[in-house]
C-alpha cells in the first residue's frame, strides 16, 4: 500500500509554518500503516506513540497545532486528515464509483464518530453515498474550513491564512461547519417574531453563508444578534411602506449582522428615517 504526497509538501506555506515536529507529525499522519484512502481512519494514540517516537504530550501539542491550522482534526480516536481524498484522486480524474463506495464503508466502519458530519459536509461535492446518524449532527463548532478547490499540495485546503480562527483548543469538542446550523438559527428567530422562514438550503444560500463564515466577526456575533434581536415593525412587513418581510438572504448580507447589533433595525421613534425605509428606497431604485 502507499499514499501519493506530493514533491511541493515541503514548500507548502502550511507545512512551513509548522513546527518540525509538527511537520513530521503531519507526513507521519498521511503515510502511517493505519491510513485510508478516505482520509478519516481510526487511530489510537498509543500507535502515534510507538510509530514515531514521540511523547504523548508532543503528539498532542501537534495535533493541536495542525487542528488550528486546519489540516488534520482528531477526536475519540479517529483521525481525519482534512484535504487527503483529494489528493488520492489522480489530477483530471473524478473519484470513481468504486472508491465512492470505498469511502462509504469506510465511514460506515466510523459509523459513530462526530467528525463524519463535517467531512461529508466539506466533500459534498463527491456526493459520497452515506448518511450519517442523527447523533453525528453536533452543536459544537470550528471556524469555516475553506473548499476544496483552494487546497496546496499537502491537502490542507488552507494555505497559510484563509481560515477564520484558532479552533476551540478543546479536543472533547470535535468540528463542526456550521452552514446548517445558520439557516437553523434564522429560522428559529424567524418562527419567533414572524418573519420569513427559509424552507430550502440552496446552492445559493449556501455559497453566502460559506462567505459569512469566512469572516472571523461574523461568525462571533451572529448568534449574539439573532438573540438579542426585536424585530421592527418594518422587518415584519407591518407597517405601509410596503409587504417586505426579512428573510434568510437579507440576513447573509455582509453588514446585516452589524447594523443587527447596532440598533438601525429597531423600532424608533422617529422612523420616517429609519434603516429600513433606507433599504427599501434603495431595494425600490434597483
Known amino acids: 500500500m502507499y499514499r501519493p504526497v506530493n514533491t511541493k509538501f515541503w514548500s507548502d506555506p502550511a507545512v512551513r509554518d509548522l513546527e518540525p515536529l509538527n511537520r ?3 507526513l507521519y499522519l498521511m503515510t502511517c500503516d493505519h491510513t485510508h484512502m478516505a482520509g478519516i481512519y481510526h487511530l489510537p494514540m498509543s500507535y502515534i ?30 483521525m481525519w486528515v482534512v484535504n487527503m481524498l483529494k489528493f488520492q484522486i489522480p489530477q483530471g480524474k473524478e473519484l470513481s464509483d468504486k472508491n465512492r463506495s470505498a469511502v462509504a464503508n469506510q465511514l460506515d466502519r466510523l459509523h459513530k464518530s462526530t467528525l ?53 483548543g478543546e479536543e472533547e469538542k470535535p468540528p463542526h461547519l456550521p452552514v446548517q446550523e445558520v439557516m437553523d438559527a434564522w429560522n428559529r428567530t424567524a418562527k419567533e417574531h414572524g418573519l420569513h422562514v427559509a424552507n430550502k438550503l440552496t446552492a445559493t444560500r449556501r455559497k453566502a453563508i460559506r462567505a459569512r ?9 451572529y448568534e449574539t444578534a439573532l438573540n438579542r434581536w426585536t424585530p421592527s415593525l418594518f422587518c415584519r412587513g407591518q407597517t405601509d411602506r410596503g409587504d417586505w418581510v426579512a428573510d434568510l438572504d437579507w440576513f447573509l448580507r455582509p453588514d446585516t449582522v452589524t447594523k443587527i447589533l447596532e440598533g438601525k433595525y429597531d423600532d424608533k421613534q422617529d422612523a420616517g428615517d429609519s434603516a429600513g425605509d433606507r433599504f427599501l428606497e434603495g431595494r425600490h431604485g434597483d
Open 24 to 26: 513530521y507529525l503531519f
Open 49 to 78: 506513540v510507538e510509530d514515531t517516537g514521540m511523547s504523548q504530550r508532543a503528539i498532542e501539542a501537534g495535533i493541536q497545532a495542525l487542528h488550528e491550522c486546519r489540516l488534520a482534526f482528531y477526536h475519540g480516536g479517529v
Open 116 to 168: 463524519i458530519t463535517p467531512y461529508l459536509t466539506h466533500y459534498e461535492h463527491l456526493q459520497i453515498p452515506y448518511l450519517p446518524e442523527e447523533n453525528q449532527f453536533c452543536e459544537d463548532r470550528i471556524p469555516y474550513l475553506p473548499d476544496e478547490s483552494a487546497g496546496g499540495p499537502t491537502g490542507s485546503g488552507s494555505g497559510s491564512g484563509t481560515g477564520t480562527g484558532s479552533g476551540t
Open 213 to 221: 463564515l469566512k469572516d472571523a466577526d461574523w461568525l462571533a456575533e
